[in-house]
């Protein structure tokens, strides 16, 4: 599973849903399915997110509850 911290990087850079979704170039609906964890960003996006909070993505992604192979 992958649990998201895109809200609380969100608010630490005072931008509204729509404001990011400018920003980024997709709908306040996408930022809100992303925040809500029901919706995986592509690379490019992941990418972008990072960026645009000036984080790593492992920063905003955190995989969790993942058994690696050896």
């Known amino acids: 599973m992958i649990r998201n911290h895109l809200r609380v990087a969100r608010d ?24 809500q ?15 645009q909070f000036g984080q790593r993505v492992e920063d905003l992604f955190e995989l969790f509850d993942v058994e690696l192979p050896d």
Do not use: D
């Open 12 to 35: 630490a850079a005072g931008l509204t849903q729509a404001e990011l979704a400018a920003t980024l170039g997709v709908s306040r609906q996408t930022v809100i399915s992303l925040e």
């Open 37 to 51: 964890g029901r919706y995986l960003p592509s690379l490019e996006l992941a990418l972008r997110l990072a960026r």
